[in-house]
Structure formats: C-alpha cells, structure tokens
C-alpha cells in the first residue's frame, strides 16, 4: 500500500508539490465564470467599439444637417443647437410638428379610397417645414465654421471626407468607379 500511494505521488507531483484535483463540479463552475466574465467583458468592449465608430445620433435639435452635421465634433453640435435655440428655434415644437406630418401623411396614405390630392399636400407641407429647417441649418453651420481655426476647419473636412467614402463602401461609388485607398491621418 505504501508503495501504491508513493507511486501516486509522484505521478501527481509537478515541481515539487502536488497537484491538487479539481473536482468536476468545482470546474464546471470555474469554466462557467471565466465564460460569463468573458461574455461581460466581450459586450462592454462591442459596445465601446460600436459607439467609436457609429457613434450614436445627437439627441434632439437637429437642424437637418445629415452628414454635414455628423462630421461636426460634439461640441460643435451643441454649440450650433445652443445657436439655433438663441435664435428662437424650438426644437420641442419641431418635434411635434415633424409627429403631426408623420400622422397626417400615414392617414392620407391609409385613406381609402386613394385620395392622392391629399398625399401630394401632406408631402409638399413637410417638403417646406424640411426646407426651413435645412436653411436653419446652413445658416448656424455658416456661423460656426466662422468662427473656427483654419485646422479645426481641415479637421472638420478630413471627417466629412471620411463619412463620405465610408458612404461610398457601404453603398458604391456613384459613377461605379472603385475607390482610392484612404489617405493617412495627417500628423
């Protein structure tokens, strides 16, 4: 029997002490916990990356700029909505207005019969409100583009460049040609 268990220690033994045995239970809930915190860190990390590189849409006020205005750094966004809010834009009406377009064109399109007199008024009303806010817009980007840096405008137009081809590869060049290679950050 002694020598039986002065065999199994040796075979147990790896630099010196022994190795302990884990039972299946204890494993099971080991590899269990290594998979949740690397499920947990794998979504915190997505998630962080997603953001970077579609950032989220500004909350509301926007003054329909589209890519124009999403190639503005944060803080020029909120500086041209502070803009547009001292100059008596009312983001909330709007909104409200926007949401009432939206129901007056689903009931004419839902109206039966087909009353197409009614769909071309309800387009041509938010074709106008769109209008106005698109003019908002170009006049608070004039003024913010004012009052930038020559750099800050060359950093502003490397980021509309970049939406801009980042377009181009999701949905194809206009004119069919492929794409140049990006050009390397300036330093």
Known sequence: ???EEGAMMETNTQAGGPKLAMKGWVKA???LSVTL???VAGVVVGGFLGTERHPPRPPAGDVTLGPLGDAFSREDRDAMRRAAERSGTDFGSMR???RADMDRLIAALSADPWDETAVRNELAGMRARTLRRMELGEQVMLERLETMTAE???AYA???RDRTDRMDRRIGKPDGRPLPPPLPPED
Do not use: H
Request: charged share 30%; glycine share 6%.
């Open 1 to 3: 029997m002694r020598g």
């Open 96 to 98: 409200t207005a926007f």
């Open 37 to 39: 915190n690397l499920l």
């Open 29 to 31: 809930v080991f590899v």
């Open 158 to 160: 490397a980021r509309l």
């Open 152 to 154: 800050d405008r060359k």
